[in-house]
């Protein structure tokens, strides 16, 4: 039994998928744990799961119509909403999750969810070409902004015969976000202050061109957030990026290599280092002071260009103010486990976070990443997963890290 979930009181809302059969076994795990679990079951949901298998399984009674007197007089959606440490929903198909989006409240399920003042966990399960849509794409985004935190979905095989994204993640899954969202509640960092690049820097050529990459910052930003609601003091340096800056983090915003480095040591010491910004590699040797203009029938001269500073492999070294933890991040095309240990080993850092950019993946600037994170005791490969799930994973695994570290200094 994990401290996390003893005691702890879970509003699952099981939402009309075919995926709603594994919930059985989540309320099954999260018993175990010593949580309590009080369910919520869509009139979707009870086309593929029994009332009668849920209460048996929770120990309690099954919610699920908005105006039962008896419900309202015992309990109500205003106190189901807001006497619980959490709630999930899962799986959170498209249709619930729009109408999560819009604040909609025509049913139980979503009334608790528009009234409850606590942390929100959605497991997404559907169709590939519906959870590929724009409209999903953009429910998700909005969710993800308005702080709800995500676990899922995988690829698979779906019950419609396909194969592809959209299968919701697997009960131990959820069971271990749902774990994290509890330490989360107990500031699992609290009194740990961390350090945090994201987003792409441009490096000047003239007054109106510049060297950049297509990082959008979006893995870099929900890292920082996900730090923030486990209680550490987050400190994000971003490079330009067309994000909002995340709540409860002090962002400092520059555009160059250099000035991100001299951002960067100002902040120290903290306790860890996290390097998620795309830095150019190089600069141009000397910014014109006015536009280069084109010439009448020759492209411009050769640029000439000079390397910018190394902002990991500097932290790694920095002596006496060394981050505890400094982890990397390595974009690649090819060969990715073999150049993300060349940089583990290159740069003096402790975790390197590698993932797939080649054309075919398409990930920078996406949202969703393959991870592989490694580490000098080997390597380990996550499912491919949103950005904010990557986020709340690594997050999880700081808090574990510390404490462990905790643990064997007493």
């Known amino acids: 039994m994990n401290s996390e979930f003893k005691g702890k009181r879970v509003l699952l809302i099981i939402g009309g998928g075919i995926a709603a059969y594994k919930c059985l076994d989540l309320i099954r795990r999260l018993r175990e744990q010593g949580a309590v679990v009080r369910v919520i079951l869509t009139a979707s ?130 069971l271990a976000a749902i774990g994290q969202c509890l330490k989360a509640g107990a500031g699992a960092l609290a009194g740990k202050r961390i350090l945090i690049t994201s987003g792409p820097t441009w490096e000047a050529i003239d007054p109106v061109r510049y060297i950049a990459n297509r990082s959008s910052g979006k893995q870099g930003h929900a890292i920082a957030a996900s730090l923030a609601r486990l209680g550490a003091e987050v400190v994000l340096v971003s490079g330009p990026v067309a994000l909002p800056d995340p709540q409860g983090v002090r962002t400092i915003r520059v555009e160059s290599a250099r000035q991100m480095l001299e951002a960067c040591e100002r902040e120290l010491p903290v306790d860890a280092a996290i390097c998620a910004a795309a830095v150019a590699d190089w600069r141009v040797e000397a910014e014109a002071g006015q536009k280069i203009k084109k010439k009448a029938k020759s492209a411009p001269g050769g640029l000439n260009l000079v390397e910018n500073p190394d902002i990991l492999a500097s932290l790694s070294r920095h002596g006496a103010h060394r981050p505890q933890l400094v982890i990397g991040f390595a974009a690649e095309t090819e060969n990715l486990i073999e150049h993300a240990r060349v940089k583990l080993t290159g740069k003096g850092c402790d975790w390197i976070l590698a993932n797939d950019v080649s054309p075919a993946r398409g990930v920078l600037g996406g949202d969703e990443n393959t991870i592989h994170l490694v580490t000098a005791g080997g390597s380990e490969a996550w499912p491919k997963m949103h950005k904010s799930a990557v986020a709340e994973a690594l997050a999880g695994r700081i808090a574990d890290h510390f404490a462990t570290s905790r643990k064997a200094a007493e």
């Open 45 to 174: 949901a009870r086309q593929f799961v029994t009332e009668l298998s849920v209460a048996t399984l929770s120990g309690e009674k099954v919610h699920g119509d908005l105006f039962d007197l008896t419900d309202e007089l015992e309990i109500g959606h205003i106190q189901l909403a807001r006497d619980t440490d959490l709630v999930v929903v899962a799986p959170a198909t498209a249709n619930l999750m729009a109408r999560m989006a819009h604040g909609l409240a025509d049913d139980l399920a979503t009334t608790a969810l528009l009234a409850t003042d606590k942390p929100v966990l959605i497991a997404p399960a559907m169709n590939t070409r519906m959870w590929e849509k724009p409209a999903t794409r953009r429910n998700l985004a909005r969710l993800i902004d308005d702080g709800v935190r995500t676990v899922g979905p995988n690829e698979g095989f779906l019950a419609e015969g396909e194969s592809g994204m959209g299968r919701m993640a697997e009960p131990a899954e959820i």
